[in-house]
């Protein structure tokens, strides 16, 4: 199983940027997806999730209105939009997939993730 995360890099506050993040080695159909980060210091964070269709969606509240997810079954890939982003979202972004039922919503909490990527770093300058 990999997840393959990039996009990451440095940019301003207010500007956006599409994280991308590719599996393989898996059904990516039957696995819900999310984003979660993690910067100096701090805990690991929900940013946002995905069920497997991709009918629900899930956000965490620092991100909600500004970042968008999605997904692309046919070339198995998650993608996070980022949207207005400011300094406070600075950190290492890592994809994870978790199995599930159908209709379930993806989980928010990282204990429930089978599968992680490594991560890409966004850098949000003011």
């Known amino acids: 199983v990999q997840l393959q995360a990039s996009g990451g890099g440095l940019v301003q506050a207010g500007g956006s940027l599409r994280l991308s993040c590719a599996a393989s080695?898996?059904?990516?159909?039957?696995?819900?997806m999310a984003w979660f980060r993690q910067a100096p210091g701090k805990e690991r964070e929900f940013v946002a999730g995905?069920?497997?269709?991709?009918?629900?969606?899930l956000y965490g509240s620092s991100v909600k209105g500004r970042f968008t997810i999605s997904r692309d079954n046919a070339k198995s890939t998650v993608y996070l939009q980022m949207n207005s982003p400011k300094p406070e979202d600075t950190a290492v972004y890592h994809c994870?997939?978790?199995?599930?039922?159908?209709?379930?919503?993806?989980?928010?909490?990282?204990?429930?993730?089978?599968?992680w990527g490594q991560g890409t770093q966004v850098t949000v300058s003011s």
């Open positions: 994870a997939a978790v199995q599930t039922i159908v209709s379930v919503p993806p989980p928010s909490s990282a204990g429930s993730y089978d599968y």
């Open positions: 080695g898996y059904t990516f159909s039957r696995h819900a």
């Open positions: 995905i069920s497997r269709s991709g009918v629900n969606l």
